[in-house]
């Protein structure tokens, strides 16, 4: 993994399309902006998680659906 | 083609019905041959069957049937992936899932099919303003 410091306001370009940029650094978090081309998804990670999660309860509990539209 | 289902038990399909998706959907990504069932008496509900786990079966909604105002734009790779070549070709649906009788679509995820070539992919949008658990009042 690649490992940079950065202060406010600094960038990070990836590829030739690609920029990230610091906006704001607080205590616990940092604010990032992102500049992508639109055929590029930019997804914060856990929420990938949350869907693999949402997937695997989807599975159970369905026979009350079934049993409604019978 | 004769499949195997969670709730139908054994039926026949027309082959037609299977959908691939190339790289499985999210949290089953090993899964990528499903069935698009019609539920009997329910027009706005059906089924996606997984054909290599019975017991893995998703009950998906089309999304405007309940959600008048939701928006999907695909990425020039998700096209590409999918070899969409015009929008009508398109059909996009949405899990549901149920805790406690309470029933919710997940808007984050919607599946896109290409009805012409049959490839599909579960896409996850960045536009923050669904919800992964958004209450459906009645189906």
Redesign the interface.
Known sequence: MLIVSRKQGESIVIGENIEIRILEISESSIRIGIEAPKSIRVLRKELIKEVEDENKESINNLEFIINKLK | MNIET??YGKIEIEDNRVINFKNG????EDLNSFALLD????NN?KCLQSLERK?????IISPWDFFKDYEVYL????IKELDIKNESDVLIFN?????E?V?TA?L??PIIINTINKNAK???L?DIKYS??QEIPC?
């Open positions: 969670k709730f959907i999210p949290g089953f539920i009997e008496n329910s509900v017991e893995v079966c998703l009950l990425s020039d790779d998700e899990v549901i899932t149920v805790r009788k029933i997940n984050v995820a579960q896409i996850i960045s992964i658990r189906l």
